[in-house]
């Protein structure tokens, strides 16, 4: 139950920071600042946790790579469409396609009632999309988010993998380091330095969703060391749930009565993953 109630709570700051992102006046020198700060925190982990252990370098380098795509469709996602669509796609797609591999794959048990759950939430969290009825001249943004979910599934996958070979302070401490840096300088090299000349509010903004993303990160790999893959990759992606009432109260995005009934099926996706 601990395991469940951690993966909730990286949910909300999850939606609270992609919201961050999608609000900030320059998204993409927000999303560079947001990395800067975790770049920062990775690098005090490293100092303090030292070197990964032999043979574990693959992870690291395979998830920062993986972490850096994401970000650069989740970028492409919310340029070309709305918050409340993109971000329910991007982390929708995300649960069924870990789901099958760690079955597949990685050979996982996964209970019946833990399948149906996944395979509610992820229903149910696709449906927030298409409820809008998105028409072509979207296709564009849906198949970044779409893409964008392919990453999360595939590092979400390495970091399952990942935090059974280290500790996860390590682990996560080297990752972050690693995209945290490249994303500001590659920036940089493409701005200049004039990139990041903003008021004081958005520079705050951007460090500090910097640091609420690490803590959703960090809560989420701490509970992949106590639970199913696939039931814990589905639990996050209910910060959807939390990511469209944020698209409702701050972004002036319809929510409704059919979006309120695609929720009603991810909480039950939720009961029946608590439930197994």
């Given at each position: 139950m601990l395991v469940i109630f951690v993966v909730l709570g990286a949910a909300v700051l999850h939606a609270t920071w992609n919201a961050m992102a999608h609000?900030?006046?320059?998204?993409?020198?927000?999303?560079?600042?947001?990395?800067?700060?975790?770049?920062?925190?990775?690098?005090?982990a490293i100092l303090l946790t030292g070197l990964p252990p032999a043979g574990t370098w693959g992870y690291i380098v395979a998830s920062a790579l993986l972490h850096l795509a994401y970000l650069g469709?989740?970028?492409?996602?919310?340029?070309l469409g709305q918050f409340s669509q993109m971000y329910p796609l991007a982390r929708g797609t995300s649960p069924w396609v870990v789901a099958l591999v760690s079955i597949v794959v990685l050979h996982q048990h996964l209970a019946v009632i833990e399948l149906a759950g996944v395979l509610l939430i992820s229903g149910g969290l696709i449906g927030l999309v298409f409820i809008g009825r998105p028409g072509r001249r979207q296709l564009p943004a849906l198949l970044a988010a779409f893409?964008?979910?392919?990453?999360?599934?595939?590092?979400?996958v390495v970091d399952g993998v990942a935090?059974?070979?280290?500790?996860?302070?390590?682990?996560?401490?080297w990752v972050f380091m690693l995209q945290g840096f490249a994303v500001p300088l590659a920036v940089v090299l493409w701005r200049g330095p004039q990139a990041f000349n903003l008021p004081k509010p958005a520079i705050f903004s951007g460090l500090f969703?910097?640091?609420?993303?690490?803590?959703?990160?960090?809560?989420?790999?701490?509970?992949?060391?106590?639970?199913?893959?696939?039931?814990?990759?589905?639990?996050?992606?209910?910060?959807?749930?939390f990511g469209a009432l944020i698209g409702t109260l701050f972004f002036n995005e319809r929510f409704g009565p059919k979006r309120a009934a695609a929720a009603a099926v991810v909480v039950t996706g939720i009961i029946l993953i608590t439930l197994g």
């Open positions: 609000g900030a006046p320059d998204r993409v020198a927000g999303l560079a600042l947001f990395e800067l700060a975790a770049g920062v925190i990775g690098l005090v469709g989740l970028l492409a996602s919310y340029q893409g964008t979910g392919l990453m999360i599934a595939s590092y979400t935090v059974h070979k280290m500790p996860v302070a390590t682990y996560m401490g969703g910097g640091v609420v993303s690490m803590a959703a990160y960090g809560l989420v790999l701490w509970a992949q060391t106590r639970g199913t893959l696939a039931a814990i990759a589905a639990l996050r992606e209910t910060s959807i749930i």
